[in-house]
C-alpha cells in the first residue's frame, strides 16, 4: 500500500465512515468537517500510522493544519516516513 492508502485505511477504520473515505480527494477537509473527526480520534490516528508506518510523530510537530484536509495528512505522513 501507498501513504495515500494507508492514510486513507487508518481513517476509515478509526473514524468508521466506510466506504465514505473512498472518495477523499487531497482537497477533502477532515477537521471541523467531519464530526467523528474530535480530539481522541486525532490521537488514535496518529499512534495507527506511528505502527504501520514504523514513524515517529512527536506532539510538537501536529497542528490543525496538519489534519485541514484530507492531502495535508498524506503529505505530513509522507514528509514523516522520507
Do not use: C, Y
Not at 25 to 35: E, K, Q, S, Y
Not at 36 to 51: G, H, I, K, P
Amino acid at each position: 500500500m501507498n501513504t495515500t492508502e494507508i492514510v486513507r485505511s487508518v481513517l476509515a477504520s478509526t473514524l468508521q465512515v466506510g466506504d465514505h473515505a473512498k472518495s477523499w480527494t487531497n482537497d477533502t477537509r477532515l477537521l471541523g468537517a467531519i464530526p467523528e473527526l474530535d480530539s481522541m480520534a486525532v490521537v488514535t490516528v496518529l499512534t495507527e500510522l506511528e505502527e504501520k508506518l514504523g514513524i515517529d510523530v512527536p506532539d510538537d510537530e501536529i497542528s490543525a493544519e496538519t489534519f485541514s484536509t484530507f492531502g495535508s495528512l498524506v503529505d505530513f505522513v509522507q514528509s514523516k516516513r522520507a
